[in-house]
C-alpha cells in the first residue's frame, strides 16, 4: 500500500470554492481519506478526536486563523507532531517566519495546482 493510500489530510478553509480546489487536487494524486471543514475550532475538535497525518488549512479565516490553529494544534500533546501546510493568497515573509515559529512544515501560495499540492505535501511526508 502506498503512502498516498494510507494518509490521512485534514482540510481546513471557511470559503466552499477554496475548499473544493484543495479537495479537487487531492483527488487528482489520489489522495482519498480526506476531512473537509470549514473553521479552525471545528477543525482542531475533529484532529483531537479522529487524528491525522496532515492538515492543509487556509490562513485567513474567521474566529481562528491557520497560524491560530498550528499553534493550538501544536500545544495539544496528541496533535503536536501534525503535518502542517498553510494555505494563503497574501503570503509574506512575516507570515511564514510566524508560521514557522509554531512549527509551520510547509506552506503554499494561492493560486495553486494539484502538481503544487503534490510537491508541497511531498516536501512534508515524502514521496507519494
Known sequence: MSLKDQ???VVVDDMSVSRGLILNALEQIGIGHVAALA???T?????????CHLVISDQNMPGMSGVELLAKLRQHAPTARVGFILISGTM???LIE??????LNNF???PFDANKVRDCIEAVVGRL
Open 108 to 110: 503554499l501560495a494561492k
Open 7 to 9: 494518509l490521512s489530510v
Open 39 to 41: 473553521d479552525g475550532p
Open 92 to 94: 509574506t515573509r512575516e
Open 43 to 51: 477543525a482542531f475538535d475533529h484532529i483531537a478526536r479522529k487524528g
Open 98 to 103: 510566524t508560521g514557522r515559529q509554531f512549527g
